[in-house]
């Protein structure tokens, strides 16, 4: 029966519970920061457009170049499960090298962005979206 001091006693382990959700619930800074290149990635779809589109995209790409960076230096959260040691430092070898690979991708699009190239920023854009597909495959919990 729920009474009073139930109720009462309850309380403490409710709060424990609430905070033990809200911990789990808060994304890890890998999950951050992939959420705004996502978000900024969608911002750039169009950018290739033309030429006055490609030019409001620099400040952009050049904010996402510190993103991955950023990124770069994060443990992928499958990489712990990994048993095997030699396996382990392979897959954070690759790890690092995709993320590399993404921020050379970014200075080609900066690049092509200064040459108001449209059709080379929109090659490293496709680019970029191969990078982010073989990096999900291999990375990114189901
Ligand atoms: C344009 C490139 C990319 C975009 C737009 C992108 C986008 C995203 C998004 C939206 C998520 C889900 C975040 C969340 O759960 O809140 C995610 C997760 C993740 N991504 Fe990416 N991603 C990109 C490239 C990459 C690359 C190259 C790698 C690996 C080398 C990678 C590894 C991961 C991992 C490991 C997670 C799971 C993080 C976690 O749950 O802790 N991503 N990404």
Same mark, same amino acid.
């Given at each position: 029966m729920l009474n009073r001091r139930t109720l009462l006693a309850s309380v403490p382990a409710l709060a424990l519970l609430s905070h033990a959700a809200l911990a789990q619930d808060a994304p890890t800074k890998l999950q951050e920061l992939m959420g705004e290149l996502n978000r900024s990635m969608r911002s750039l779809k169009d950018a290739g457009k033309d030429e006055a589109s490609l030019a409001a995209a620099l400040?952009?790409?050049?904010?996402? @170049?510190? =993103?991955?960076?950023?990124?770069?230096? !994060?443990?992928?959260? $499958?990489?712990? *499960?990994? +048993?095997?040691?030699?396996?382990?430092?392979r897959q954070q070898q690759d790890?690092?090298?995709?993320?590399? @690979?993404? =921020?050379?991708?970014?200075?080609?699009? !900066?690049?092509?962005? $200064?040459?108001? *190239?449209? +059709?080379?920023?929109?090659k490293a854009m496709r680019a970029m979206n191969e990078t982010k597909k073989a990096g999900h495959d291999e990375f990114k919990p189901k």
């Amino acid at each position: 029966m729920l009474n009073r001091r139930t109720l009462l006693a309850s309380v403490p382990a409710l709060a424990l519970l609430s905070h033990a959700a809200l911990a789990q619930d808060a994304p890890t800074k890998l999950q951050e920061l992939m959420g705004e290149l996502n978000r900024s990635m969608r911002s750039l779809k169009d950018a290739g457009k033309d030429e006055a589109s490609l030019a409001a995209a620099l400040e952009t790409v050049r904010r996402l @170049q510190h =993103v991955v960076l950023d990124a770069k230096s !994060e443990e992928p959260p $499958l990489l712990a *499960d990994v +048993k095997d040691p030699k396996k382990q430092k392979r897959q954070q070898q690759d790890y690092v090298a995709k993320m590399q @690979q993404l =921020v050379q991708e970014l200075f080609d699009a !900066e690049n092509a962005i $200064l040459a108001g *190239d449209t +059709k080379a920023f929109d090659k490293a854009m496709r680019a970029m979206n191969e990078t982010k597909k073989a990096g999900h495959d291999e990375f990114k919990p189901k």
